[in-house]
């Protein structure tokens, strides 16, 4: 039977009064590729919806989108941060820190890893031109599937089995990992020091990435290997 991976959703306001709940085409062709089913989940608003949200998958994708709000991470909002959405915020905090809890496996992509190095006790910079000295460019100007700058994968690492020591990414946020908890790993870095990836060897598959992988799907496939390893940790382990 092939593991169910269940999609953290985005939310889109439209005047009057109108919501859409949505993601990207890209997750879930990622997944279907890889031998998994992929499910948009629901927004929530506790902790016990969220066990119950994932109760009935396999694993957890945490998707790409807008800012986090720095309340979570004990700051007050820099100017240049963005839109934040109390309600996706609230959402996918409680299902990473269930999803952890019950050692789920997780892919977080761009703004799935921000939220979890947050859910794990972790902060972010709000904004890298402001926060990171000599920060290159991170909100790229190009297609999506193209790859703008280049990552160093630390040696040893799951991501450096996977995917190798360095290659080249696409990049849209200006918001960034600052710290982790002491046991988590840093596996890549950009060329500014800028945290590309999160790991947790305590865990069977706990990765994230800043980039979005999902969007070379049917380009070369670079990136296949990384959902690959994720849908082969949510199926049953005998």
Request: proline letters at 8%; a negative charge; hydrophobic letters at 40%.
């Amino acid at each position: 039977m092939k593991p169910l991976i269940g999609v953290t959703a985005s939310l889109l306001r439209e005047p009057p009064q109108r919501n859409w709940v949505y993601n990207s085409a890209d997750y879930f062709h990622a997944i279907q590729d890889a031998g998994g089913i992929p499910v948009l989940l629901p927004l929530i608003s506790s902790d016990r919806e969220a066990a119950e949200v994932l109760d009935r998958v396999d694993g957890l994708l945490l998707s790409g989108g807008g800012d986090m709000d720095p309340h979570y991470f004990g700051e007050e909002p820099h100017p240049q941060l963005g839109e934040i959405t109390p309600e996706r915020d609230t959402t996918e905090l409680a299902l990473t820190r269930e999803a952890l809890r019950r050692k789920l496996p997780i892919l977080g992509i761009c703004r799935g890893h921000q939220v979890l190095a947050v859910a794990a006790g972790g902060t972010l910079h709000q904004d890298i031109s402001a926060r990171v000295p000599g920060a290159i460019k991170h909100q790229q100007q190009a297609p999506r599937w193209y790859p703008s700058h280049s990552v160093t994968v630390k040696p040893g690492t799951m991501l450096n089995a996977l995917l190798g020591s360095t290659f080249r990414v696409n990049s849209f946020h200006h918001q960034a990992v600052r710290s982790v908890p002491a046991d988590w790993v840093v596996s890549a870095t950009a060329p500014d020091g800028v945290i590309e990836a999160l790991e947790h060897p305590g865990y069977r598959f706990v990765l994230s990435v800043q980039w979005h992988p999902e969007s070379f799907v049917g380009r070369g496939d670079q990136f296949r290997r990384l959902f690959e390893a994720f849908l082969a940790a949510c199926r049953p382990q005998l």
